[in-house]
């Protein structure tokens, strides 16, 4: 079965500063990848997905990321972050497995900002 | 257009009630799911409709009914619900399975 790891439970980032999250998946063939931030109360907003293809994939509000096989990682980075951004951030494998065909969610990251 | 609609956004029902979630989509998708989610931990998947056809999780109490009317909608009908089911209900849609998933912003729903 899939599974999906973040490391992380919190992070805390300067405003301005730059920001990595980290993810790691298990899974037998090639995944499909995402990453959803939440804020409170809210449902998931998709911030980027890797389907194949080139291994650097840009998203929404200025997030990136990047597959790497060997590692098994796909950690979202942005340059520069915004207060806006505090929230919760899931990293997400879709897979076959279980009985059911739907996304297996990390554990979420969440993080916060500081001025 | 990307919207996916939960109705009500809120619930509060007894441990006898019999209530239903609506998920609304207009999207064309053909996969649409429910998750629970509850606080500060990462949705958790209850069903999977694919073409009206239900994948059923199988560690989903049967006091969780889903129904698929239409390939637009989704219900969840709610029977005999326990305190330890309050929760956030996220409905998604995709365009096929294993398709980007699109999520509503959820029923918060409280068993009293």
């Known amino acids: 079965a899939q599974s999906v790891t973040q490391p992380d439970i919190h992070i805390t980032v300067s405003e301005g500063a730059s920001l990595e999250l980290r993810c790691n998946y298990s899974?037998?063939?090639?995944?499909?990848l995402f990453w959803y931030v939440q804020s409170p109360g809210q449902g998931l907003q998709l911030l980027l997905k890797y389907f194949s293809g080139d291994t650097l994939v840009q998203g929404i509000k200025g997030f990136e990321a990047e597959f790497k096989r060997s590692q098994s990682s796909f950690n979202l980075r942005k340059p520069s972050v915004h207060w806006s951004d505090a929230a919760e951030y899931f990293c997400a494998v879709g897979a076959r497995g279980g009985g059911a065909d739907g996304l297996t969610f990390g554990k979420g990251t969440h993080l916060i900002i500081q001025p | 257009d990307t919207e996916v609609t939960q109705t009500p956004k809120h619930l509060v029902m007894g441990m006898t009630n019999k209530k239903s979630l609506k998920c609304e989509q207009h999207?064309?998708?053909?996969?649409m799911y429910w998750y629970k989610q509850k606080a500060k931990k990462p949705p958790e998947l209850m069903f999977v409709y694919s073409y009206e056809k239900l994948s059923i999780n199988e560690s989903v109490p049967s006091r969780f009914s889903p129904e698929c009317p239409n390939s637009s909608l989704l219900n969840l009908h709610l029977h005999a619900l326990q305190p330890e089911d309050s929760a956030l209900y996220l409905c998604?849609?995709?365009?096929?399975?294993?398709?980007?998933?699109?999520f509503g912003p959820g029923t918060r729903l409280l068993v009293l």
């Open positions: 998604a849609s995709s365009l096929l399975i294993l398709e980007t998933q699109y």
């Open positions: 899974y037998g063939a090639t995944p499909y």
């Open positions: 999207m064309g998708h053909r996969a």
